[in-house]
């Protein structure tokens, strides 16, 4: 029997489920941060110069696909340059007066981290252009003629910002980060490395061949990898297994309806519905998202990046069409080939 409505299983986005889990497997250190070679290694010379000055860290920009890791490196640079760290999001700062309260709180050397650094509102950002460049925190007292500009010291911190939507960031504040870092997709062999050790730290008896099954359905995401990886250990668990192996991996996934190559329903409505309905394409967005009644944000930022990181889908100024690998998996004929 499947259990349904399971889109929540494969979403890059963090969940509630998801809060207390992350902070046990979250790494500490760099040293333990599975996968992104390249960026680790910028980083460590990054965060040594800054050490070897004494100073604090240029602000720094990560983008990069939801769950990939942008709020786990943030917090192990924290630990690294051994200063304290204070979280935020874009969206939480609605007001000058909420970001002012977390400027003049900060203290030298410390980090600020705002995820979803793109959904901050104008006024917001025109506050953080001074503080980033002078280290001043702008004030307007009073209304009118009489409106002073009040200016206070603020300490020398670091702006460490987060997005999934760096093209939405404007361009003066996104010229004001010394340094960029975008964080890929992870390769499976490094998901299944991810998985090894939050079995471990979980208590989880599994077998390398099981932990690569559900590698293999982990949408290239640690945070994916993890949530799967729990839902395995439930059905092992009520099925009265105390090792997890590959055919226990692959029934507890059959069961969520994810397939093989780590397709979900969904993932297959969308590239059904583009071969039958559409002739496999070029189709708008709007329009398959109407066809297939799903939200169309959810579409962009849930299914396609897998959809076309793997091969099932490609994306082009006339609209999206299906790859002959999709109509493959699912069984089509490509009458166009």
Same mark, same amino acid.
């Given at each position: 029997?499947?259990?349904?409505?399971?889109? %929540?299983?494969?979403?890059?986005?963090?969940?509630?489920?998801?809060?207390?889990?992350?902070?046990?497997?979250?790494?500490?250190?760099?040293?333990?941060?599975?996968?992104?070679?390249?960026?680790?290694?910028?980083?460590?010379?990054?965060?040594?110069?800054?050490?070897?000055?004494?100073?604090?860290?240029?602000?720094?920009?990560?983008?990069?696909?939801?769950?990939?890791?942008? !709020?786990?490196?943030?917090?192990?640079?924290?630990?690294?340059?051994?200063?304290?760290?204070?979280?935020?999001?874009?969206? $939480?700062?609605?007001?000058?007066?909420?970001?002012? $309260?977390?400027?003049?709180?900060?203290?030298?050397?410390?980090?600020?981290?705002?995820?979803?650094?793109?959904?901050?509102?104008?006024?917001?950002?025109?506050?953080?252009?001074?503080?980033?460049?002078?280290?001043?925190?702008?004030?307007?007292?009073?209304?009118?003629?009489?409106?002073?500009?009040?200016?206070?010291?603020?300490?020398?911190?670091?702006?460490?910002?987060?997005?999934?939507?760096?093209?939405?960031?404007?361009?003066?504040?996104?010229?004001?980060?010394?340094?960029?870092?975008?964080?890929?997709?992870?390769?499976?062999?490094?998901?299944?490395?991810?998985?090894?050790?939050?079995?471990?730290?979980?208590?989880? @008896? +599994?077998?390398?061949?099981?932990?690569?099954? +559900?590698?293999?359905?982990?949408?290239?995401?640690?945070?994916? $990898? %993890?949530?799967?990886?729990?839902?395995?250990?439930?059905?092992?668990?009520?099925?009265?297994?105390?090792?997890?192996?590959?055919? !226990?991996?692959?029934?507890?996934?059959?069961?969520?309806?994810?397939? @093989?190559?780590?397709?979900?329903? !969904?993932?297959?409505?969308?590239?059904?519905?583009?071969?039958?309905?559409?002739?496999?394409?070029?189709?708008?967005?709007?329009?398959?998202?109407?066809?297939?009644?799903?939200?169309?944000?959810?579409?962009?930022?849930?299914?396609?990046?897998?959809?076309?990181?793997?091969?099932?889908?490609?994306?082009?100024?006339?609209?999206?069409?299906?790859?002959?690998?999709?109509?493959?998996?699912?069984?089509?004929?490509? !009458?166009?080939?």
């Amino acid at each position: 029997m499947a259990l349904k409505n399971n889109n %929540n299983i494969i979403s890059q986005k963090e969940l509630p489920e998801d809060k207390k889990m992350d902070l046990n497997l979250r790494p500490k250190i760099l040293e333990e941060f599975i996968g992104q070679e390249k960026l680790k290694a910028n980083l460590r010379i990054f965060i040594q110069a800054a050490q070897q000055r004494r100073q604090p860290l240029e602000h720094a920009l990560f983008h990069g696909n939801h769950g990939l890791g942008k !709020t786990t490196l943030s917090y192990i640079i924290a630990r690294e340059m051994d200063t304290e760290i204070q979280v935020t999001s874009g969206p $939480a700062l609605e007001r000058v007066g909420d970001l002012a $309260a977390i400027l003049t709180s900060l203290k030298d050397k410390s980090i600020l981290f705002i995820d979803e650094i793109h959904r901050l509102n104008r006024s917001i950002e025109e506050i953080l252009y001074p503080a980033m460049e002078e280290y001043a925190l702008d004030l307007i007292v009073g209304q009118g003629p009489s409106a002073k500009i009040l200016r206070l010291d603020l300490p020398h911190f670091t702006l460490i910002g987060a997005t999934t939507r760096p093209s939405l960031i404007s361009p003066p504040l996104r010229d004001r980060f010394g340094a960029v870092y975008q964080l890929n997709f992870y390769q499976p062999s490094e998901i299944k490395e991810i998985i090894l050790r939050s079995a471990k730290i979980l208590k989880i @008896k +599994i077998e390398e061949k099981a932990a690569q099954e +559900i590698a293999q359905c982990s949408r290239f995401t640690p945070r994916v $990898a %993890n949530r799967l990886l729990k839902r395995v250990r439930d059905f092992a668990q009520v099925k009265g297994i105390e090792k997890i192996n590959q055919k !226990t991996s692959q029934q507890a996934l059959e069961m969520l309806e994810i397939d @093989k190559l780590g397709l979900n329903h !969904t993932d297959r409505r969308i590239l059904s519905c583009l071969i039958e309905k559409f002739s496999g394409g070029p189709i708008g967005i709007k329009t398959l998202a109407v066809a297939i009644g799903e939200d169309l944000n959810t579409i962009e930022e849930i299914y396609e990046p897998y959809l076309i990181q793997s091969g099932f889908l490609d994306r082009t100024l006339r609209g999206r069409i299906a790859t002959p690998l999709a109509y493959k998996h699912l069984g089509f004929k490509n !009458t166009l080939l």
